[in-house]
């Protein structure tokens, strides 16, 4: 057998549990565009009830849902609001201007948050020479690691609302931001119309995502998701899965935080390491090399010849670990020891 090789890219890395294995291989499915997959149907019902929202729609990925929550609640031509570096504008392929055919007004973001005031401004007048402002975007948690407070959110909830402008919110790991803010997410996600999240991420399911909000938007949803080519047939095997990610793996996710806090301040121990502790929130350790001789490249070989899988540092050496289920405390303590031997004998 392969040895064990431990993946510190991405939380999406993270392979599905013996028992969602066991899960897929016994589920029972059927046509989903026709409606009749009850595996399917079980995890929409219950991601619904958990997310707090009416109706949900088991789509792709966060991409598709993200993309999907746009094309579903805005007409084309009109405006979103949203954070500068946020996933659906960063890191979306600019889809939103292809897909929904929107037109993104990007606001500054400090530690996730845009100006309230300048939300206000950004919101359109009725002239003639506008365009429609027809939705917000908030993102928690934020994928710089950062989580924003819920108070904050339902500020901006309400001047939407003023507005009558909905709001969507891509919570790829809002459960995640739950976590850490010790509630239930459903007092997060209450302050807004639509959300996204995530089973791949730390939830460990295989694929695919959640889009949920209210009967009649997911309904619309649905018809466009068939558009976009995201009518999925026996996809009762993938619900599987994510019916179990729900159920079991929302409520371990302390212990990613706990291990990535561990993690942070081992690596601050490090002579030559910088650790960026204003994010810290999640399971996402971002950090520095300060100086070393090696190349990125070398760094990433070094760690691929011990059996741990990174992505090289950037050219100014900054990097991210991420935890996960399959990323223990002891993972950890080998990454650390190969990270003190990589700075200290050069
Ligand atoms: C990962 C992520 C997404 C996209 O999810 P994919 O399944 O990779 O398409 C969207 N938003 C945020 C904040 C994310 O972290």
Not at 206 to 212: K, Q
Request: net charge negative; aromatic share 8%.
């Amino acid at each position: 057998m392969k040895s064990r090789v431990i993946d510190l890219r991405s939380d999406t890395v993270s392979q599905p549990t013996d028992e969602m294995r066991q899960a897929m291989f016994h589920a029972e499915v059927g046509d989903d565009v026709y409606g009749d997959d009850p595996t399917v149907q079980k995890l929409e019902i219950l991601a619904a009830s958990m997310i707090g929202k009416e109706a949900a729609l088991f789509v792709p990925s966060g991409t598709f849902g993200n993309q999907l929550a746009l094309f579903t609640h805005c007409d084309r031509g009109t405006e979103v609001i949203l954070g500068e570096d946020c996933h659906i504008f960063e890191h979306e392929v600019g889809a939103a201007s292809i897909i929904a055919g929107v037109h993104l007004r990007t606001l500054q973001t400090v530690s996730g948050k845009m100006d309230l005031q300048k939300i206000k401004q950004s919101i359109r007048p009725e002239d003639l020479h506008f365009p429609e402002t027809s939705l917000i975007c908030l993102e928690n948690a934020y994928s710089n690691g950062g989580v924003v407070d819920i108070d904050y959110m339902q500020e901006v909830y309400c001047i939407a609302k003023e507005k009558n402008i909905p709001i969507h919110l891509d919570g790829a790991r809002v459960f995640n931001a739950a976590t850490y803010l010790r509630t239930d997410v459903k007092e997060i996600t209450q302050y807004s119309d639509s959300v996204m999240f995530c089973l791949s991420k730390g939830l460990c399911a295989p694929v695919g995502s959640i889009l949920a909000g209210s009967t009649e938007f997911i309904e619309k949803a649905k018809k466009k998701r068939k558009l976009l080519g995201g009518g999925w047939r026996q996809s009762g095997f993938l619900a599987a899965a994510g019916i179990i990610a729900l159920v079991k793996m929302t409520t371990r996710l302390h212990e990613d935080h706990e291990n990535a806090l561990y993690l942070a301040n081992e690596l601050k121990e490090i002579p030559g390491i910088k650790v960026d502790s204003t994010n810290n929130h999640i399971n996402l350790v971002f950090f520095q090399i300060e100086k070393t001789n090696r190349t990125p490249e070398e760094i990433e070989q070094i760690f691929k010849e011990n059996d741990i899988t990174i992505f090289a540092p950037d050219e100014n050496g900054n990097m991210r670990f991420a935890t996960h289920y399959w990323v223990t405390k002891e993972d950890i303590d080998k990454v650390i020891m190969l990270m003190q031997s990589i700075l200290i004998d050069e």
